[in-house]
């Protein structure tokens, strides 16, 4: 075999590889992400449109409607104007993913030749096809587990490895992946992951009695394999440049000799790019993993957000009417939850705000749901729950909450009470407008009899109905002064008692 390929060439590949890798890396998340800001964006749209065609037919003036016509044709424009802009995104990112693979392949192509007199041409042309499926195939690489599985039956042609590892240090542990080439007993794994997992904890610095996390693969079975004695490995970390990760990567071989200067740079060679691309797959896995989380979750309490309160709330009904049955909702309002903030400050409120979440986790049953609307507010679906399930649920928090001891900064202590509304659907309400009008109606009653208390929409007979009728009217009045339509009259001061 021809000599190393030079240290200098070798460097120079790897941080082009890096940068690539990078690159390509943030190009799919910003696809990613302009995906999903434009699917927000037509969802928000068609909700605005479907309000505005409904205020229009409902417009008391032939001017009002018009002018809410041109705002309806100005929101089209704007709507066609993103699509347009969308599409040229689109056409920009396809052109430049295919500028960056040309790049890459010109790259490769550009070290071939250059190496062509220093590396064996056989193995150099092996190790090409499995880097330029590395590199050349980061579309593929969101399911990395299986992307691994594929390059490693190339990888093998070129080195005749018996399994191949990846670790990583995660928050609960230690997370381990083998990849197996052979038939392996159940006993020679055992001995592998013992093996292994030992090795691993001591590379990342993890306790020895750090949780461990395991799954295996078998790649390609080669017969049966009897013994792993003199178990050779040959690793590489991830690079510490890349943020909150922290992994190795390699392989293992059964071997009674050593390798050469050429096959170990060949083989290290295709590790560092593997470890790249993997450690680039986990970070987005986790990214979009952290991004689906806090779609549907309050980032301070951890129970679900107003949206997914709303999806759930919308499906639920449509599962009672199918079934026909009940469930219940609870508007819950923390009782001046404003003084705690002004006494304590808002870390205080924050950290009660999360005591409170707490208490609602544990009170309700697997399968009801707890969300955080916003503020001081929180709501509960019972499912399958009728009034008197829901009332029962409504004084158990009460009372959980009222022995609940919050603790400020300086140590003094202070409690919280919380006041609770109760609508049943469908008895209280058919749809999810009058749900949570209903809700919040009962919900303010109960803070106008004293506060730490619950009420039910159905103590409030015809509440709901007067407070839309007074909502009406004042705002008709509204629009009445806005437009001038009020005359006043004014009649001079008489002092009866002369007159």
């Avoid at 704007?78 to 699509?83: E, Q």
Wanted: hydrophobic share 40%; with cysteine.
């Amino acid at each position: 075999m021809t000599d190393l390929l030079p240290s200098h060439l070798e460097t120079v590949r790897l941080r082009v590889i890096d940068r690539m890798a990078a690159l390509l890396e943030s190009q799919t998340r910003t696809k990613i992400f302009g995906n999903n800001l434009n699917a927000l964006q037509k969802e928000i749209h068609r909700e605005v449109m479907s309000d505005l065609h409904r205020i229009v037919k409902t417009a008391e003036t032939p001017e009002l409607a018009g002018q809410l016509n041109l705002v309806v044709q100005a929101l089209e424009r704007l709507n066609g104007t993103m699509d347009l802009l969308i599409d040229e995104r689109k056409r920009q990112w396809h052109r430049n993913g295919n500028y960056v693979r040309a790049t890459m392949q010109e790259f490769n192509q550009t070290l071939t030749d250059l190496s062509a007199t220093l590396i064996e041409k056989d193995l150099f042309e092996r190790q090409s096809k499995v880097l330029a499926r590395i590199i050349l195939s980061h579309e593929h690489i969101s399911q990395w587990k299986e992307f691994v599985q594929e390059i490693l039956i190339d990888f093998h042609a070129i080195f005749p490895f018996n399994f191949f590892y990846i670790a990583f240090a995660e928050e609960h542990g230690l997370s381990l992946f083998l990849y197996y080439l052979g038939n392996y007993s159940d006993d020679l794994k055992k001995t592998a992951r013992d093996m292994l997992s030992k090795q691993m904890l001591a590379s990342l610095k993890l306790p020895d009695d750090a949780p461990l996390d395991f799954e295996e693969f078998v790649v390609k079975p080669n017969g049966p394999i009897h013994s792993i004695d003199a178990v050779r490995m040959i690793t590489v970390a991830v690079p510490e440049h890349t943020p909150k990760l922290a992994g190795v990567l390699g392989v293992a071989y059964v071997s009674s000799g050593e390798l050469s200067p050429q096959e170990e740079s060949v083989v290290r060679s295709i590790l560092s790019v593997m470890v790249m691309v993997v450690g680039s797959s986990k970070l987005l896995s986790r990214t979009m993993t952290e991004l689906e989380y806090y779609a549907m979750h309050d980032p301070l309490t951890g129970l679900y957000n107003r949206r997914q309160f709303n999806n759930i709330l919308e499906y639920e009904i449509g599962r009672s009417e199918r079934h026909h049955h009940e469930f219940a909702l609870l508007m819950l309002d923390l009782d001046d939850f404003k003084d705690i903030n002004d006494s304590y400050g808002h870390a205080s409120g924050d950290d009660a705000l999360c005591g409170v979440a707490e208490i609602l986790r544990e009170q309700v049953r697997k399968g009801d749901m707890a969300a955080r609307i916003g503020g001081d507010e929180f709501a509960i679906l019972l499912m399958e729950t009728g009034r008197d399930g829901a009332t029962t649920v409504a004084s158990a928090l009460g009372s959980a909450l009222r022995e609940r001891v919050f603790t400020a900064p300086d140590g003094k202590h202070f409690h919280l009470t919380v006041s609770i509304g109760i609508a049943i659907f469908p008895v209280d309400a058919q749809n999810e407008t009058d749900m949570l009008a209903g809700a919040d109606v009962a919900m303010f009653r109960a803070k106008e009899m004293g506060k730490d208390s619950a009420c039910t929409l159905d103590a409030l007979e015809g509440r709901l109905e007067g407070s839309r009728v007074t909502r009406d009217k004042a705002e008709s009045l509204r629009e009445a002064l806005q437009q001038d339509r009020l005359i006043p009259y004014y009649h001079s001061i008489v002092n009866c008692k002369i007159h």
